[in-house]
């Protein structure tokens, strides 16, 4: 079962990489973390661990080097604490987990966030103080991963990056 749950990920993978790969590799690591956060607002664990994946595949495929930096060994400790955030999500199926290992991958993502450019478009670094964690967000809109529908516009928007 889980060979085929594998399979599967990687066949969506290699079906939607090139329609990402147009938009460069920064923008499909962002865009892969949303896809988690989307899964945890309709609080779909296995759609969170199936993003989960995905994100984990462009991350290895990233080539941080050839991106303007100011520390290679920041972007490397960065990269492996997002892997490992990434590996935590796929592991369980558990939304609430999930979001738990999820407020570290949006800590270590915003790390990235300020020293590459992770995209052209805006980034909104958003507050959930019930759960006392951030995540990014593609609008200012709040949607709220950690709570879902029970506290869907809980939250704030902290910080805005172009």
């Known amino acids: ?38 899964a945890l607002i309709n609080a779909d664990g296995s759609a969170a661990s199936s993003n989960a994946v995905s994100f984990s595949e462009i991350l290895n495929g990233t080539d941080f080097k050839s991106m303007p930096q100011t520390d290679s060994k920041t972007i490397t400790a960065i990269r492996q604490q997002l892997a490992a955030d990434a590996k935590s999500i796929i592991e369980t199926k558990d939304i609430e987990r999930q979001r738990e290992y999820f407020a570290s991958l949006s800590a270590n993502l915003y790390k990235l966030a300020k020293v590459v450019k992770l995209t052209d478009q805006t980034i909104y670094f958003t507050y959930c103080p019930m759960k006392k964690s951030y995540w990014l967000s593609e609008n200012a809109a709040i949607k709220n991963p950690y709570f879902g529908a029970q506290m869907l516009t809980c939250g704030s928007v902290k910080e805005v990056l172009k």
């Open 1 to 38: 079962m889980k060979n085929r749950f594998l399979a599967l990920v990687f066949i969506t993978i290699a079906l939607v990489s090139p329609a990402f790969a147009q938009s460069g590799q920064k923008t499909t690591l962002l865009g892969s973390y949303y896809n988690i956060k989307n």
